[in-house]
């Protein structure tokens, strides 16, 4: 659209620039808005829709000039504090940016586009709980709205680990540990489920049987989740859902008539074993919460490592050459360990696998911190990576293990398939065949493991630099 000015009332002059802006032509727009202001410089719509187009043209300070203007000649309108507010966000002025969808939010309550844009401004400093409750009136305000539902959506998958949909979907796992918890309830049993997730484990307990379930978990939104599924199953009755960390349960107020829970089943495993803390879970249960005789599930947990050859794995965190540039430096940057589905990249390994860590469940014995393991190479080849994996002993009839299939194993039978496998790089790999070891020295804190790997044949001072390993 061509501007032209003559003859053109301000509110004509005004109508054509909202088209133009409208239409993607922001400088257009201005032009309009620019000749409006010559009749009438504190005409307020004016003032503000220019500071809109400042604003789109990037004209950051100018916008918040005119916006900010527009709001001092009429402070009832909603749109110049929306928009200011966008333009303070840009330019990092957060708290003037939450302040200012707070005016335009109490002038139009309803209005979806604020609610937005508030509700993304908490989010973004960590104001989870406040920006759901936007969004949520958003969606009802205006259930089809793309964005809106959107919005609400990616806010509600940060609040659950996206994992816990492949986890209850692992039917190995959730059959194993069935198995097992039918074995190990009675008519007469309580159980406690630490990290109870949905409640998945523990209406299995109560269809076992179970007289009374614990079910103790400590994500708030997981909790709320938990007692609704409950509930719809038909299980309120015998599932009581606390929404505590395990480690702050009191029996007095949180068992039922302070009696003990005498089946444990806790499933706080990620792909190293205890990154969610399940050492402390595990010996604070056993020691203050459950009776002395008390049934643990799992009662032991494994660590496994596997020295592997495969060049797509360590092109999954390594660097060399690429178009026939060396960008080995970008390796100063490649993550210690990754976790990845090991299953879905070839690979072969090198030598037996062998188990790092073994932690004791039931609290009779402590795992040494450190572990010094030379491993024999049992085939020639190069050594990209070590890979972890857990395996869980349920009870004395029952393994679970993650273990990725190697050498395209057939039919190596079933495996729990929703924790990934951790992998951590040996830069560079390491050329390898029967004869020699390579060692891995890992440690652990209770919470992380941290291991190196090296060829202890071959001098420090003479490893390549960039090689893990003292
Ligand atoms: C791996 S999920 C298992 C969920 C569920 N038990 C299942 O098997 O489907 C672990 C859950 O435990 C919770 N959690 C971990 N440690 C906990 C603790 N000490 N007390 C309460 N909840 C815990 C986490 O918030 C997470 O939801």
Redesign the pocket.
């Known amino acids: 659209m061509n501007a032209s000015f003559d003859g053109l009332s301000p509110d004509k002059q005004l109508a054509l620039a909202r088209q133009c802006f409208e239409q993607g032509d922001p400088w257009q727009a201005m032009a309009y808005c620019k000749a409006a202001l010559s009749a009438d410089k504190d005409h307020a719509g004016t003032l503000a829709l220019l500071g809109q187009c400042l604003a789109a043209t990037g004209d950051l300070p100018a916008a918040g000039h005119r916006l900010s203007r527009a709001i001092e000649i009429d402070p009832e309108q909603a749109t110049p504090y929306l928009h200011l507010g966008e333009v303070n966000l840009q330019i990092g002025c957060t708290e003037e940016a939450l302040r200012c969808y707070q005016h335009a939010l109490q002038l139009q309550p309803d209005d979806v586009v604020i609610l937005n844009a508030y509700a993304l401004a908490l989010w973004g400093t960590g104001q989870l709980d406040e920006a759901r409750a936007l969004f949520q009136r958003a969606v009802q305000l205006a259930p089809n709205n793309a964005f809106t539902r959107r919005n609400a959506q990616l806010l509600n998958s940060r609040l ?2 996206r ?2 949909f492949a ?2 979907n692992d039917e190995v ?2 059959r194993q ?1 069935e198995a097992a918890l039918k074995r190990a309830v009675t008519p007469d049993s309580v159980v406690l ?10 209406m299995m307990a109560a269809r076992a049987g179970a007289r009374h379930v614990i079910a ?4 708030p939104a ?1 909790a709320a989740l938990a007692k609704d599924i409950v509930r719809d199953n038909g299980y309120s009755d015998r599932i009581r859902v606390i929404n ?6 009191d029996p007095a107020v949180d068992f039922p008539r302070d009696r003990r829970p005498d089946v444990l ?6 792909t190293m074993v205890i990154g ?3 050492l ?2 595990f010996a ?1 249960a056993c020691h203050r919460l459950l009776s002395p005789d008390a049934v643990i599930l799992p009662r032991q947990a494994v660590l496994y490592g596997g020295l592997v050859e495969s060049e797509r794995l360590w092109r999954e965190g390594g660097a060399d050459q690429a178009a026939g540039f060396d960008l080995s430096q970008l390796n100063t940057f490649r993550p210690d360990t990754f976790a990845l589905e090991a299953a879905s990249f070839s690979g072969r390994l090198l030598a037996d696998e062998f188990p790092v860590f073994t932690f004791d469940l039931m609290g009779k014995q402590q795992t040494p911190a450190t572990v010094c393991l030379d491993i024999p190479i049992v085939k020639a080849g190069i050594c990209h990576a070590l890979v972890f994996w857990i395996q869980l002993q349920l009870d004395d009839a029952v393994t679970l293990d993650s273990r990725p299939a190697f050498d395209a194993e057939a039919g190596r039978g079933e495996y729990c398939n929703h924790w990934y496998q951790v992998v951590q790089l040996l830069t560079p790999p390491v050329q390898v065949k029967p004869g020699m070891t390579l060692r891995v020295e890992a440690s652990h804190n209770r919470q992380n493991v941290a291991a190196v790997i090296y060829d202890p044949g071959v001098k420090p001072s003479d490893r390549p630099a960039g090689r893990a390993g003292p």
């Open positions: 659950v680990d994992w816990h986890m209850v796992r959730n540990f489920d630490i990290g109870a997730g949905t409640g998945l484990l523990s103790c978990e400590a994500n997981l505590k960390p395990s480690l702050q349960l089943v806790a499933e706080v495993f990620d969610e803390g399940a402390n879970t604070h």
